[in-house]
């Protein structure tokens, strides 16, 4: 045991603890809201697309508009997948997690396309943002309808667009497409969260970032983190009217149980997000004209607080933000992925900038040193 170790009490969960340094986001920070390189989240997810949040953390500035279609183009571009690629997601089975398809994906991706082939962070960032809604998208179609689809969709130039596009096979209306990019822009970085942070160990070994990124997906795919919204909506889809929603809450809560997409290790009065994925979920129910699950997720939110003092976090609303949208519950989580994908490669490039090992110690709870017993005399 090393003296540093048996002087310190282990905080459980990391909780609280600074583990290193970041100018990419401001979480939970007393009197500070949430910000992406000193811009406010509420200003980003009103006036700015998810392309020119993708080029703010991974250039450090907002792209003028000769970048920005420039970038736009670029990851235009880099859609199509290649064909040893295709082939992996024919072959994968059409039961897997679809997080698991992205997982898998981007490692294939990282043998076909290394980063020691001259490709540099950035080239393999944008190589992932722009293919991941191709990756999963072809796999869906080839195993739902046995259809091998055209993933680049130019005439769709924003990821939410294209996402859209693909999915349901028209083009999204305006409404959908900006609920979607919102949706990206709020769900794209946000500091040390658990699976950014097993991006930065993975690249602080001096790894690729193809490896970094396959491991913050593996991250991300639990029902703490990214998989909240999943579990959210099969909870919220459980219940008829709000007042039998209550009588379910209660009897989980009675239980101990989680109600996944409340509560949050940062923010404990609020996760900043939230009203604003739930000003577009309100939108999206209205014109779809829901009359039920809105109003369950609000009887819901207010049970929460008035029993538990929790508040929804972004997973909650941003489950029914999707489902209007007309995806798949078991894509929820994909989605997540897609719009990490820019903070993850942001925390990669930051990371690499300034690294050391991250290696940090345990505090001992094993048995006292003893005598090593031959085998006829262990019990
Ligand atoms: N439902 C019911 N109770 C909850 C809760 C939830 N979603 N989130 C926290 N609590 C309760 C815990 O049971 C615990 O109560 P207790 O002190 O009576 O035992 C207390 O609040 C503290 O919870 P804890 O799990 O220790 O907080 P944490 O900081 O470790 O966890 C989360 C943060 C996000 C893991 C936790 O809130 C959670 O599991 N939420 C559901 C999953 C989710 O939505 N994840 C997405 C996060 S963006």
Redesign the pocket.
Known sequence: MSDTASAQKAVS?L?GIAAGETALSTVGKEGLDLTYRGYSIRDLAEQASFEEVIYLLLYGKLPARADLDRYRSLLISLRDLPTPLRVILEQLPPTANPVDVLRTGCSALGTLEPEEDGRDAHAIANRLCASFPSMLLYWFHFHRNGRRIETRAEAHPTVAEQFLYLLHGVPPSALHARALDTAFILHAEHEF?ASTFTCRVIISTLSDSYSAITGGIGALRG????G?DE??MKLLERFSSPDEAEVGIRKM?AK??????????VYKHG?PRAPIIKGLAKQLAEEAGDRRLFPIAERIEKL?YSE?G?YP????YSALAYHFLGIPTFLFTPLFVIARTSGWSAHILEQRAHNRLIRPVAVYTGPAPRPFPAIDQRS
């Open positions: 969960g909780e969260n029902p703490l983190h990214g909240a579990g959210a809560l101990k149980e989680k109600i996944l997409g409340f509560g949050h290790r996760d929460l538990k929790l976090n972004i997973d909650f």
